[in-house]
């Protein structure tokens, strides 16, 4: 058997093992990594999200325990520090030799630090490891404490806007500084650096361009950064991000060829200078060139692979650095030759700052070939235009048209069918899978559906970006294989939710196990379980308390579960208007039971900590006060939320106060597909935020506005104008036409928006619907919704008069004791949970 | 954290050292699952009516290490019995504890038997 060593264990290091486990010959290898970080590799490509993740763990490309399963020995927190090449043997820091037979070099890159004077004050940090963004947040946290908020990365490339992301996520000020005149200078022109910079300023990021530091000063602490231009910024912290340089030095101490600049020589097998020692990733110099993207990196481990197996794959001769890529939440996309033009190309530019975006094309001047291209703002296209540049293929006669779309009837997407791209089209390029190896998966049967694929062929694993067009061909391959490609809703059931819905009603269906046995099989899931709750809530308003087992947990308790395990308590405060004997009540039961209260963004009061069996004891008090279940728990109506309105505001048009009640007490219990929330203005100036919610009710001259399908969240959509100029009575008939249609017929888990963007026709077909009566069935939902009105029963006040259901909330079967692991902390006045 | 974590070891049948008595069948939910616990330990209790089966697991998220996992949805995939964490939705095996979403966090498994209508957990100890 013979050994190879592999140093380095990040992306590209991995990505090398990946295959080496994949391949046949495996056992006749032994493998031995050194990483000189504490963890395995993890994803480097998506650090910015470090932040927003419970733990690091998360980022791991696979946990510890892959490497023993797969016999390769990892030893982290190990650096080589010497390469004997005649006697084929590495030494590590600590002293240690250890024999190969094949060495691959994987060590990667690390930041430039430009001789800048200064640059060794304390308050300066890089950004490359896990490490960086810890030391990075805890700097960040210590500064905040004593009101200090200014903070400057230095490079306004791509990575340096990431790492001003970072910042700016850390509640920092954040300046970009940049020498060049643009931001993305290698990926964007002037107009896409532009268009870019006034989205990500409007953020808050502060963007300072053509600016040459000079010295960093301060005292022993970072205070400033002088210019050479006489300007000046006070700032409190930096983070550089001006590039990357190969670590090279393990190989140019053993005397392993190096170029001029940096980077260990490789030839196209990506040998280096010595044979058997091979060279990949951001160390490697191929073509004269450090490639600082992934895609290229996990290209050479494939090849450097082969070539120890004894194959004879070879290195592309040219290396594509196209990228797509969300940049503070901005699309931007590069492919290609971004800035050719003149003699051989012409540019088609299209810009509009009104929405954002920006659109150039580069094509040959006969018009027959796409060379290169920016996008910013929408990088929707991206895909099919990556492969009308990269496959050569022929382009439409009016070029103009991939990126202003086709206009006037009959309109097509760029590329046709995705089934047009050659066999050869590299779909996804960090795993390098082509067209036809994921048609192959699916029509040799190989593969079945969409996850199978992604599992064989590993395409979308990594950045995601070409996972629209993954779905694409999966979809329409499975479609000319003349197989039926279904939207179902999980292995149980093999039906829509909209169809489950029908079968539901038609058989008049009373059970889930009922349903299961008639139309599905095997004994459910956590995915169907909850949807046909939903269904039987919304077809017979039957309460959570009906059929238990199948409420999602925090239905089945009725309360909202916290990081604890504890629950929360929401009340329902219709309209957010409470008397303040209901809010001293509200103060009295939070205090007996020593709850954590905050007001929620419905205008009501949340009370945190709650043991389960506190819920019911809780409740009793709540319900004798004469509050009702909020619901907050549950996909259903939670808050109609509103301002003051006419009755005090001295610009209210009409009362939005009353109204907002009236369509609260309405519609509370009504169980949908996803949460609804609601908001009624009584004039334009919106203070109830209605057009952030599924629908918005605002007062104008000769009555109400209605919007719908608007929410806030992680995309957040205004509402789109149904119908104008209401009354109170039209507005309620519009709404239960509106949302007895959407309970019917969306997804499970989507919200109004997202169905109203699925909805073919949309708004305007909608408006049909709800206004004009096109399908004939207005008064069908009007009575649907009326019947449902009629049998609403709040659910706590049931729970707690029978004593059946209050065995829920025993913590335990077998004993009276209650649950002695929770641990709170204190928070300001008040406690929270044990931080995980 | 490890402390309690190394509480749950999977217990097969043939270890089993004690059946301690948890309740009557009754005093279970029918398709759900309960908590019980024994000295220390918290163990997760689910009846599956629709094949007659009972079984236990660790209550303690392995994610997390909160005590909610009797809370959680069950039913199965492709047939095995499973169990879906409240908190993050992750899919544990009821047959052997392992992590059905491919991640490494895996629940440790106990035996139960029903005699006359009486509910036993199997102890190692």
Redesign the interface.
């Known amino acids: 058997m013979e050994r190879i060593i592999l140093v380095g264990n990040g992306m590209v290091g991995y990505k090398f093992c990946e295959k080496l486990i994949a391949h046949p010959s495996r056992n006749q290898f032994d493998i031995l990594v050194f990483g000189e970080e504490i963890r395995p590799a993890y994803d480097r490509v998506h650090l910015s999200e470090y932040f927003s993740l419970k733990s690091a763990d998360e980022l791991l490309l696979a946990p510890l325990n892959w490497y023993q399963e797969n016999d390769i020995t990892l030893r982290t927190s190990e650096l080589i520090s010497w390469i004997d090449t005649e006697n084929k043997k590495v030494l590590t820091h600590k002293g240690e030799s250890f024999d190969y037979d094949y060495l691959v070099l994987a060590t990667g890159s690390f930041p430039f630090i430009p001789p800048i004077k200064g640059s060794e004050k304390e308050g300066i940090f890089i950004y490359r490891t896990i490490e960086d963004l810890e030391a990075i947040q805890n700097y960040a946290d210590k500064l905040k404490a004593k009101g200090r908020f200014q903070s400057a990365v230095l490079g306004g490339g791509l990575l340096g806007l990431e790492a001003a992301n970072a910042s700016k996520e850390l509640g920092m000020t954040t300046h970009v500084v940049e020498f060049a005149p643009r931001l993305m200078p290698r990926q964007l022109d002037q107009s896409g650096s532009d268009l870019l910079q006034s989205k990500i300023e409007s953020l808050g990021l502060k963007i300072h361009l053509g600016k040459n530091s000079k010295e960093i000063v301060g005292e022993g602490k970072v205070e400033r950064i002088d210019f050479t231009d006489g300007t000046t910024l006070p700032i409190d912290m930096i983070i550089i991000s001006a590039g990357i340089r190969p670590r090279d030095e393990v190989a140019k101490n053993s005397g392993i060829a190096i170029g001029e600049r940096g980077g260990v020589l490789v030839n196209n097998k990506m040998e280096t200078s010595v044979p058997g020692i091979y060279a990949i990733g951001e160390v490697a110099l191929y073509n004269q060139n450090i490639y600082g993207l992934v895609a290229p990196g996990y290209e050479m481990a494939g090849v450097a692979l082969d070539q120890i197996l004894g194959g004879s794959k070879l290195m592309s001769p040219s290396i594509d650095m196209s990228t797509q890529l969300k940049l503070v939440g901005t699309e931007v996309a590069s492919f290609g030759d971004p800035f050719i033009e003149g003699e051989s190309a012409i540019a088609i530019r299209y810009e509009n700052k009104q929405r954002g975006i920006y659109k150039r094309i580069n094509i040959s001047k006969d018009g027959s070939k796409l060379l290169g291209g920016i996008l910013v703002g929408d990088s929707s296209d991206y895909n099919s235009l990556f492969q009308l540049y990269i496959n050569e293929m022929k382009l439409p006669e009016n070029a103009e048209d991939l990126i202003l779309g086709q206009r006037g009837p009959g309109s097509k997407s760029l590329l046709g069918s995705v089934l047009d791209l050659p066999d050869s089209a590299q779909i996804c390029s960090c795993e390098s899978v082509n067209k036809g190896s994921i048609c192959e998966a699916l029509k040799s049967g190989a593969c079945t559906d969409l996850k199978g694929v992604i599992k064989q062929t590993k395409a979308s694993t990594c950045c995601g970006g070409c996972k629209p067009m993954v779905v694409d061909l999966v979809k329409e391959t499975l479609k000319s294989l003349g197989k039926e490609v279904k939207e179902t809703i999980c292995e149980h059931f093999e039906y829509s939710r909209q169809e489950l819905f029908d079968l539901v009603k038609l058989n008049n269906t009373t059970g889930y196990d009922e349903a299961l046995d008639h139309f599905g099989k095997g004994h459910g899931c956590e995915i169907c379980k909850p949807v046909m709750a939903s269904i039987f809530a919304s077809i017979f308003m039957e309460t959570a308390n009906k059929q238990v087992a199948i409420q999602d947990s925090n239905d089945r308790f009725l309360a909202n579960i916290q990081r604890n395990g504890t629950y929360s308590v929401v009340p329902r405060v219709p309209g957010g208007e409470i008397t303040p004997e209901k809010l001293v009540v509200l103060g009295q039961v939070a205090r007996k039971y020593d709850l954590y209260t905050k007001i929620t963004g419905g205008q009501r009061i949340d009370l945190f900590g709650a043991q389960l069996n506190e819920l019911p004891m809780i409740w009793k008090e709540l319900i004798d006060a004469g509050f009702e279940s909020g619901h907050a728990y549950g996909k259903s109506l939670r808050t109609v939320k509103s301002c003051v309105g006419s009755t005090w505001c001295r610009f209210g048009m009409h009362d939005s106060v009353s109204f907002a009640i009236r369509i609260e007490e309405r519609y509370k219990g009504l169980r949908s597909p996803h949460k609804l929330k609601g908001g009624v203005s009584g004039c334009i100036r919106e203070c109830a935020e209605a057009r952030g919610k599924d629908f918005g009710v605002i007062a104008v001259e000769g009555g109400w506005n209605l919007y719908v399908c608007g929410n806030g969240g992680a995309n957040p959509k205004h509402a789109i104008l149904l119908a104008s100029q209401l009354d109170d009575d039209t507005c309620i008939k519009y709404l239960d036409r509106f949302l007895i249609y959407y309970i019917r017929t969306a997804g499970p888990l989507i919200r109004t928006s997202t169905w109203l963007e699925k909805l073919e026709g949309g708004i305007e077909y909608l408006k049909k619907v709800v206004v004009e009566d096109c399908l004939g069935m207005a008064e069908e939902f009007e009575n649907e919704m009326d019947g449902l009105v009629e049998k609403y029963a709040c659910e706590w006040k049931e729970a707690i008069e029978d004593p059946e259901t209050m065995k829920r909330f025993k913590p335990f079967v077998n004993t009276e004791e209650s649950d002695d692991q929770l641990v709170f902390v204190p928070l300001r006045e008040q406690k929270m949970p044990r931080p995980w | 954290m490890e402390e309690?974590v190394s509480l749950y070891q999977t217990v097969q049948p043939s270890e089993v050292i004690s059946w301690i008595?948890?309740?009557a069948v009754n005093?279970?939910?029918?398709?759900?699952g309960?908590?019980?616990?024994y000295n220390s330990r918290?163990i997760a209790?689910y009846h599956?009516t629709?094949?007659q089966k009972w079984y236990a697991c660790q209550n303690l998220c392995p994610h997390?290490?909160?005590?909610?996992l009797s809370?959680?949805?069950?039913?199965?995939?492709?047939?095995i019995?499973?169990l879906?964490c409240?908190?993050h939705?992750k899919?544990f095996s009821l047959e052997d504890g392992s992590n059905l979403n491919g991640?490494?966090y895996s629940i440790a498994t106990y035996p139960v038997k029903i005699e006359g209508g009486i509910v036993y957990i199997g102890f190692a100890d």
Do not use: S
């Not at chain 2, 997390?64 to 909610?68: A, F, N």
């Open positions: 309690i008595r948890v309740g005093d279970f939910p029918e398709n759900a309960a908590c019980i616990k918290q209790v599956f629709r094949t997390k290490m909160e005590m909610v809370r959680g949805l069950i039913g199965d995939a492709g047939g019995p499973k879906a409240p908190m939705k899919t991640e490494e």
